[in-house]
């Protein structure tokens, strides 16, 4: 079992920055780990992923030059680094774990509950 728990969202202005951390515990075995969000009365959306062997990166093409992704494998983290934040970045957060890259958040076997992102203008 896998638990993954997500960390850094809170209240920024346009064009601010913040940093979300998604420290993962348990059996830590799936080789992907990737960033979803979902605003309210939208779809959850695909944002970035990364493997955890070799660090290979997958960004969504909306948010390749606003948000990075990083790792630390002797913590199990993910970070996701957020700048030149906007209004429409507002969203709950969620961190995945899987096997498999897929934008298709229904193929990703562990999520964390989340962290609420508000970017106010």
């Known amino acids: 079992q896998v638990q993954l728990v997500e960390s850094g969202g809170g209240l920024v202005q346009v064009g601010g920055s913040l940093r979300l951390s998604c420290a993962a515990s348990?059996?830590?075995?799936?080789?992907?780990m990737a960033w979803f969000r979902q605003a309210p009365g939208k779809e959850r959306e695909f944002v970035v992923a990364i493997r955890r062997i070799g660090g290979n990166v997958y960004y969504s093409e909306d948010m390749q030059n606003r948000f990075s992704i990083s790792r630390d494998n002797a913590k199990n983290t993910v970070f996701l680094q957020m700048n030149r934040l906007k209004s429409e970045d507002s969203a709950v957060y969620y961190c995945a774990a899987g096997t498999e890259i897929s934008p298709d958040p229904r193929t990703w076997e562990y999520w964390g509950k989340g962290t609420l992102v508000t970017v106010s203008s």
């Open positions: 348990g059996t830590v075995s799936r080789s992907v």
